[in-house]
C-alpha cells in the first residue's frame, strides 16, 4: 500500500512539472510590456490624486511630466522576447523524468524505514513482555492509575522501591514520601527514602539523608543499611572516632558472610589508619546491598597535596579540621580574584557542603550565579548541582 | 504509513527544489518559456509536498505516535491537545519543517500570484528561492530528521519543555517565522535582479508589499516573543538585549530601513541599489539570526538540543548565501541603472537618514552581539555585553532618529522645504513640551530625562496626527473638502501614521516602566500585607493545585485599594510531572496600562514565602505600540493603490498584489 501512493505521489509531481514543458505558453509576451503597464498606472494614480485634490498644479504637472518620462523610455526599449520552445526544453523534460523519481526513491530508501505502519498511542495493542519492557510497562500502568488516585497509599509503598531499582530516583523519593504521608513511617520506608536522597545528592549524607535513616533506626534498631549510612554521615562529616566506632559496631552484629561485610571492613580499616581528608573530599563510597551505583556530579578537584595528607596524619583532630576550613578559605579568597574558574565554584560549594556549612554553601552558590551571566554553561552546571544538594539559590533570573 | 509518506513526501520535495533551482535559471538565461514554465509548477509542487510532510508529522503529534523519535523526545500523552498541536514546532526540528513550510508557502504565492511579473524575473525569484529551500531541506534531511523512526516504540513520550507549554507557543514562533521568511522573498528579488542584470519596474512594486508583510509579522512575533518572556520566565523584564533577542531585533531593524527605502524606489525609482543591498542584509540577518540561536554557540531555550555538525551545517549554508550574495552585488551592482536624483531636503533625503540610523543601529546591536561571542572563540575571555553597551550605543542613535520621524511624511518628494514643515509642527512640538513639563511638575522625584522621553513619545503621536491632518488639508479647506481628502487619502498614509504613531506609543510605555516601576521582594505569611504602586497586596496563603500534566503551589493574593478590594491574582510555582521541571507562573493584575506583577520565589519555614512585587505603570504600552505598528502595517498592505495588472490578461480584473498576505 505504501508503495503504491508513493508512486501515485511520484507521478503526480512529475506530471505537474512536465506539463509547462510539454505545453509551452503560446502567447509571446514582450517583457518590456510590464514595465509600461506599471508607469501607466503611476500616471492614472496622479490624475485620481489630482481629482481628490491630494495634489495640485505645479507638483502634479512635474510628477506626471517625470512619470511621462519614464514611459517614453520604457516602450523605447529593446523588445525582449522569449522563445516559445528550445531544445533546452526537451533536456528540461528529460531532467525530470530521470533526475525526480530517481532522487526521491534512492534518497527515501537510503533514510526511511517503508514498512513502518504509524503507531498512534490509542491504538498500539499490548507489547511483547520482555523482562524490562514489562516492568516499563508496569510501572507505567501504575503512574496512570496514581495519577488519578494519588491518594493510594498502597499504591506508592509498591512503586518506590522499582523506582529505586530502576535508578529513578526522584521518582522513588516522591513515592517514599507518599507512602509515609498517607501510611505512616516504617524503617523500610524511611531507609528507601533515605536512599534515594543520598542517590540524588550524589554520595553525600545530607542533613535530610540523616534525618531520614535515623527515623528507619529509631523505628528497627539493628537495621543494618541505616547503621551503615549514619556511620558513614558521621565519617564524611570527620567524626572519624565516632565513625570508626558505628561501623565496628555494625561488622559485630552482622553475620560475617554478609554482603555489605567487606565494605564495613574497608571503611573500618581506613577510618583506623587514614586521615579524616580523604573522607572530607566526600568520595562517594558504594552503598551496600541492592543499591544501584550513583551517578553524582563528579567533581576532579585538585585534592590536597601528598605533604598536606601526611602533615595531617600527624594531627589531632581540630588541628585537622583547622587545617581544612584553612583550604576553604584559601579557595574563597582564589575565587574572589579569579571568578572565572567555574570547577573552583562547584568544588568550594560541595566543600561547605561537606562540613555541614549550608549557609556559606548557599552564599557561595549565589556569588557564583551573579559572576556566571543568563544563559551560560556553567550556570547551568552550577544549577544542577545545587538542585542535586537541596540548595536553593536565593534568586533565579530564567 | 502517513508517517513514512511525509518521510518521502519530504525528499521528493528536496528533489523538486533542486529541480526548481537549475532549471528556471537555464530557462531565464536562454528565453526558454518550457523551462521558465517549470518554476511556478515545481513551487507550488514544493508547497503541497511540505505541507504534506508537515500534516504527516503534525498528525503523529496529535495521535501521540512514538514511534516517530521527534514525538516521543517532545511530546506526552497527558499534554493538553492545543500543545500537542503547537508541539509540533516546539523543537528544534519541527521548527525547520514550519520554517521551510513558510518558506515554500512564499514561494508558491509568488508563482500563483505572479502572472504580472516579466517572465525572466519571475524564474529567477522562484529558482533562488529554491537554492533557499533546498540548502535548508538538505538541512533537515541529513541533520535533523523530523521523521527518524523508534523500534520498539517508547510508552510514553519524554514531555514538552514546561516553558513552552504556553498559548504563545501558538503564535510567537510561526509570526517571527512568517517575518524572516518573508524576507526571503525579498532577498530573491533582489538577487534575481543583480542575476537578470536589470531592475524591472514591477520589481519596487513587488519588494515593498513583501517587506511590508515580513515586517508586518515580524513586528508582531518579537512583541509577543517579548511579553511572553515577560509574564512566563517571571523575572519582570521585558527585553534583556539577550543574543537570542537581539537575533530577531537585528532583521527587524533592517527590515524597517528596508520598508522605507522600498518606499522610495517604488515611488520615486531612486535608491535602487542600495535598497538592493539592504534587501541582502535583511535576510542576511535573519539567517545570522538562526545559525545563532540553532548552532549552539548560545544556550537558550531557543538553542533546542544543540549538535555541533548542525551549527557547522547552518553555517556553511550562511556562508553561501551571504557571500554568495555579496559577491553577486559587487560583481553586479554597476551594471544596474541607477535611480533618480533629489535634493538633500526632501522626502527622499528624510528616508535617506532614516536609513543611515537604523543600519547604524543595526551595526551597534551586531556588534554588541557577535564581540562577546568572537572573544570567546578567540581568547576564551567569557564576557557579557548587557544592556548598558547597548543603552549607551542604541539609546543616543535612536533619539534624534524618533525626534525626525514627523518631518518625514510632512517633506515634499524630490525637493521639500524644511522651515514650512517645522511650522507646520509647532502644535504638535508645543503639545509634547507641554506634556513633558506637567510629567516632570506632577510625577514627585522623576527625573527630568524621564518627562523628557515622555514628551518625545507624545511629539510622534501628535506629530502623525498632524500629518494626517495636513494632508486633509486642516485649516486650508473648507470642512466639507477636507473630510473629501480625508476619505480619499491613500491608506499607505493611515498605515504611515498609524505605525508611527505605535513607536509614540512604545516609546512612552518604554520611558515609564524604565522611569517610574518599582520592584519589592518581602517574606510574606498569610494575612501579610504589602504595597504595589497604590495597590495593597494580602496574601491568602498557598495551595496545592494539580493540572492534567503538572502539580502547583497556588499563591493567592487579594488587591485593594485605599482600603477596597479591587480584584485578586494567583502566582504559582509549577512542577511539571514528567520532567520533574519547576517554572513559575507569575500573577498579574492589569489596571488600566498598569500591570502589578506578582512572582512566587522560596517556601521558608514556618509558612512564609518569599513573594517579588513589581509595580508597573504603562508597561502595557510598550506592547501596544507594537500592535499599532503591525495594524498600520496591514492598513498599507491593502492599500488600493499596490495595484497592477498585468498587460497579457487586460479582460480578466487585476489582482491585488497585496491581498495575498
Redesign the interface.
Known sequence: ??WI??AV??VA?TI??L???MR??K???D?R???????S?QLR?IERDIK???LSGQ?AE?ARA?VGR?LIK?SKAEA???????G??RF?RL??IV??PF??LA??LA????G???????T?VA?VPDSN?NI??LV?QAEKHL?SN?QDGKGWDVLAPIYLGLNRM?DSETAYRNAIRLLGSTAARQAGLGQSLFSQSGGIVTAEVQEAFQKAQDLQPDNPLSAYFLALGLAQEGKNEQARADFVKLAENSPPDAAWMPLVREHIQRLGTQAGMDQLQAEAAPPPVDVPAVDGPAVDAPGPSAEDVAAASQMSNEERLDMIAGMVAGLDAKLRENP?DSTGWLRLIRSHMVLGQRDQAGDALSRALDHF?????DR?ALLAMASQLGL?PK?L?? | ?????G???L??A???A??QS??PI??AR?????????A???A??SFV?ILFAFVALT??YV?????VKNVWENSH??MPMIYKFSGVWGNHEGSMMLWLLILVFFSALVAFFGG?????LKSNVLAVQAWITSAFLTFV?LTS?P?Q?L???P??GRDLNPILQDIGLAIHPPMLYLGYVGFSICFSFAVAALIDGRI???WA?WVRPWTLAAWTALTAGIAMGSYWAYYE???GGWW?W???ENASFMPWLAGTALLHSALVMEKR?ALKIWTILLAIMTFSLSLLGTFLVRSGV???VHAFATDPTRGIFILCILVAFIGGAFALFALRAQTLSPG?LFAPISREGALVLNNLFLTTATATVLVGTLYPLVLEAITGA?I?V?PPFFNLTFGPLMIPLLLAVPFGPLL?W?RGDLWAVTQRLYMAAGVALLVSLAVIYFATGAPVMAGLGIGLGVWLIAGSLTDIAM?S?VGK?ALP?MW??FK??PRSAFGGALAHMGLGVSVIGIVAVTAFATESVVTMKPGETTVGGPFTLQFEGLKPN?GPNYTELQGRFVISRDGQPVSHLTAAKRVF?AR?MPTTEAGIYTNGANQLYVAL??ELPGGGVVVRVWWKPWVTFIWFGAIFMSLGGIVSLFDR?L??????KSRAPAVAVGQET
Open positions: 500500500m505504501f501512493l508513493a505521489m511520484t509531481v505537474s512539472l506539463v509547462p514543458l509551452p505558453r502567447k509571446d509576451i517583457a510590456e510590464f514595465d509600461v503597464e506599471v508607469y498606472d494614480e481628490i485634490g491630494s507638483e512635474y517625470e519614464r520604457a525582449d522576447h522569449t522563445a516559445a520552445s528550445t533546452l526544453t528540461g531532467a525530470v533526475f525526480l532522487m526521491a534518497g527515501y533514510v526511511g524505514q517503508p513502518m505502519p504509524a503507531q498512534p498511542l490509542a498500539r507489547p519492557s516499563q510497562v507505567a495519577a494519588p526522584h572565572d551571566g543568563a544563559d551560560n554553561a547551568q536553593e534568586e533570573k530564567q | 504509513m502517513i508517517v513514512e509518506l518521510h518521502y513526501a525528499i521528493m528536496l528533489a523538486t533542486l529541480l537549475v532549471l537555464i530557462g536562454t528565453r526558454d518559456a518550457g523551462l521558465m514554465g517549470v511556478p509548477a515545481a507550488i509542487a509536498l498528525v503523529s495521535t501521540s505516535d512514538f514511534s500523552s497527558m504580472n511579473l516579466p517572465a525572466t534531511l530528521n521523521f523512526r523500534s520498539p516504540a510508552l510514553e524591472d519596474a514591477a512594486r520566565l517571571g523575572w534583556f539577550d543574543p537570542v525609482e548560545l544556550t537558550s533618480g567569557k557579557s548587557g515634499a524630490k494632508r488639508g479647506v473638502i473629501r481628502r480619499g487619502l494539580t510531572t520533574q520565589g522560596d493603490r495595484r497592477i495588472g498585468a498587460p497579457a
